[in-house]
């Protein structure tokens, strides 16, 4: 890795690693997508996956905000907020 002009980090080759929930995080973000959700992935599980870090413990997952019925039921925002539902295979639980 190497810092470009602002001290960007570069990532000279991309070597991902063996991840054993890499396909359900796959299939999550296709998910989202279908929806018709914008979203994606950043900071230390995305370097953990490129083969930077050696383990992460956070992983941020940034969404732009449209007007998705889905997107409502996500951020709690319907008239009556569910405290759970399904997309596809993923159950989301609020706590």
């Known amino acids: 890795m190497r810092a470009s002009a602002g001290n960007t980090p570069l990532l000279l080759e991309f070597r991902p690693v063996?991840?054993?929930?890499?396909?359900?995080?796959?299939?999550?973000?296709?998910?989202?997508?279908?929806?018709?959700?914008?979203?994606?992935?950043?900071?230390?599980f995305?370097?953990?996956?490129?083969?930077?870090?050696?383990?992460?413990t956070t992983a941020s997952l940034f969404i732009a905000m449209n007007n998705s019925p889905f997107l409502q039921l996500l951020f709690r925002l319907s008239p009556e907020p569910i405290d759970l539902f399904y997309l596809k295979e993923f159950l989301f639980i609020f706590m």
């Open 46 to 56: 995305v370097l953990y996956m490129a083969g930077i870090f050696h383990t992460f």
């Open 18 to 44: 063996l991840f054993p929930y890499g396909d359900d995080v796959y299939q999550l973000l296709k998910c989202f997508y279908s929806q018709g959700i914008c979203c994606f992935l950043a900071g230390q």
